[in-house]
DNA sequence: GCCCTGGTCG
DNA sequence: CGACCAGGGC
């Protein structure tokens, strides 16, 4: 039995305190944290080793983005990609090293949000987003081993991932051609949606509704975040959910945790 | 029997809840805040309407100073002085107008910091401090009526209104000019202090603690804060506390709140 | 909306 | 140290 967990923090410092509270309420083995908002030396590294998360794979930058995958089980980074050659800290891959789940590999990834305006011309934003989708794609071929892909695509791929599939088609994270981008990905390695693969279509299912207005009457999410399994992984994979409950805490992060439990 | 109590709260918005706790412990008649930091549309009048404290004068302004005081007995303003004459907003009086304190004059009024150096020609907010004081004495003499004037001073007059007298000569706050001039204020209608009447000198009394460094620790506090009775009222005066357990709450204003118990 | 960076202020 | 502001990002 191994669990791995995936969530968009929204700065960990800021949130630290929750972060101890999922980990104390879900126990995943292992966590992958994005947007951590911070550098290597400013993540509370501490805090999460008092917990048991000892084993830990930071890849953070001044301010924005950052991703950091903390583990009770030991593990070590193995790839720190820049999928955009631009300095941002967006990707991190571990080996687990030791246990059931020796030799699996976990990557995890934070997705460009890209923009506004869904048009390369006029946002060179989300040329840059399709732009990582297309070197990820790339990556994809090369992989030969179980491998877990978890993070915040930022894309919400199916029409049951959104609010409102037809308001949103113009909408940049679940317009045609990012959904499109994102599927050839998909199968570029055979990956395993376990969202979809647990919770299938068309039942809604997001991990984010926006800090603006009225989110939580209406319930205007989408899914943006997301765990794939590599086609000779996801066999193993026997539960999955959303913990919704999370954006529901004081001064939540717009996204939710996931988690997923393999036997291994 | 009528108490006021006066606070420099340090961003009423963000400390509406611990403005409320203070007012269920203490439950004073009267409240008068320093530094609101926000407009009058911003205050947050509804909440304490909720408790009661239905008769309002507020004189805020964006992002800095702002004075207002509330009362659950009937109020109304009688003046809002700009004794700098440069549009900030540091001071509201008001009269009560029924039961056992009708007449009864409170002026609420936050007194500028004056910068770090205690030179006119080096730094001009120190020199307009002291303008301030000398604009507030000459009021002092138009006044007829029984009269407290409260707020936050800037300025502590004493030496056991300081954790280390001789060190804070030169700092601003406790400089010889300021403790002269501030004198010249109390003369000009004989002002009885307070905090020093119902807590003789030499005793440690202090309202406010930096945040900075080690204030808890060492006590590194300083009386800032001030209640003044008019030579009419002085006799009046019953009882007086300062309430420092609000300081050792989470996320707390750097001062603390003054009460004065009159039997009227 | 909310969180970051930096600035000013006390 | 912790309010505020503005600007940028999502």
Redesign the pocket.
Known sequence: MLSVATWNI??????IEQVQRMLREQSPDVLCLQ?I???ES?FPAQALADMGYIHQAVHGQ????GVATVSRVPLREITRFDWQDNG?ARHVGVELTEGEGKGLVIENVYI?????IPDRELNP?FGQKLDFLERMTRWSDTLGRPTLLVG?F?IAPLECDVYDHKALLKVVSHTPLEVETLGKLRDAHGWVDLGRHFIPAPERNYSWW????YWRQKDHGRRLDHMWASPDLAPQASTHRFVEETRRWE????HIPLITEFSL
Chains 1, 2 share one sequence.
Request: aromatic share 6%.
């Open positions: 929204n700065s960990v410092r800021l949130r947007e908002k911070c550098q400013q001044k301010g924005y983005h941002e460009p949000a890209g923009g506004d934003k915040d930022n926006s800090y603006r207005s001064q939540p992060s717009d």
